[in-house]
């Protein structure tokens, strides 16, 4: 069945480190996947997206890698700010139905 | 930027009452969305909505959810006899093909 997971429910950092969280996804017919960032109180902010003919898209300071072969997405988060701090979400979809299926969730902490 | 709007922004009902919670979609966006999220959890899909009317649907929008689209600006979600397990935070999104905008929510209390 159709299934997007993360392998890390909560990740600590240093103000100023890099962040990697990662996401894996069974539905091997998704084709579109994206990042999203939920603040306490808030809706899902749209982060970045990819197209499954691409492996890797950056934006600022966020760069997404796919990798198809083991159905595996992550976010890699460059300079982690306390701004930063959230929880982050996967989600992909497909051509045959635009609804987005979200992962569970990884909470970034930034520490100062 | 455009935004999703949603009202109320938090409400507390009493079990079995109806309850409608409210959404004003960006202007040429054609699809539109609720999703629902219970406290720690994920983000579920409910229903999707085009063309005026129901393009797709969870299992855990069942016969008690019912969504509109009154005068081409404001989506509904009505839930008719709530339940407390309807407690949640839900969420309206609206897209012109994949670029989805999500509202702020609506904190739903059932008591």
């Known amino acids: 069945g159709e299934s997007v997971g993360l392998h890390l429910p909560t990740l600590s950092v240093q103000e100023g480190d890099n962040s990697i969280i990662n996401c894996a996804y069974s539905?091997?017919?998704?084709?579109?996947f994206i990042w999203y960032k939920q603040e306490s109180g808030k809706g899902p902010q749209f982060i970045i997206d990819?197209?499954?003919?691409?492996d890797k898209r950056q934006g600022q300071r966020v760069t997404v890698l796919l990798n198809k072969t083991v159905k595996h997405l992550s976010l890699q988060i460059a300079a982690t700010q306390p701004g930063d701090s959230a929880v982050y979400f996967c989600?992909?979809?497909?051509?045959?139905?635009?609804?987005?299926?979200f992962g569970s969730g990884t909470r970034l902490l930034v520490r100062p | 930027e455009p935004e999703v709007t949603q009202t109320p922004s938090h409400q507390v009902t009493q079990m079995g009452q109806e309850v409608i919670l409210r959404c004003v979609p960006i202007?040429?966006?054609?699809?539109f969305y609720w999703y629902r999220q219970i406290l720690g959890q994920k983000v579920e899909f409910l229903v999707s909505?085009?063309?005026?009317?129901?393009?797709?649907k969870s299992e855990i929008f069942d016969d008690q959810f019912s969504v509109e689209r009154p005068d081409g600006s404001n989506f509904t979600l009505k839930i008719r006899s709530t339940k407390l397990e309807d407690s949640a935070m839900y969420f309206c999104?609206?897209?012109?093909?994949?670029?989805?905008?999500f509202g702020s929510g609506t904190r739903l209390t059932v008591v």
């Open positions: 990819i197209r499954s003919n691409m």
């Open positions: 202007s040429n966006h054609l699809y």
């Open positions: 539905n091997s017919a998704s084709d579109y």
């Open positions: 989600a992909e979809t497909n051509d045959s139905s635009y609804k987005l299926i």
């Open positions: 909505f085009y063309n005026n009317e129901i393009s797709e």
């Open positions: 999104a609206s897209t012109r093909a994949r670029g989805y905008t």
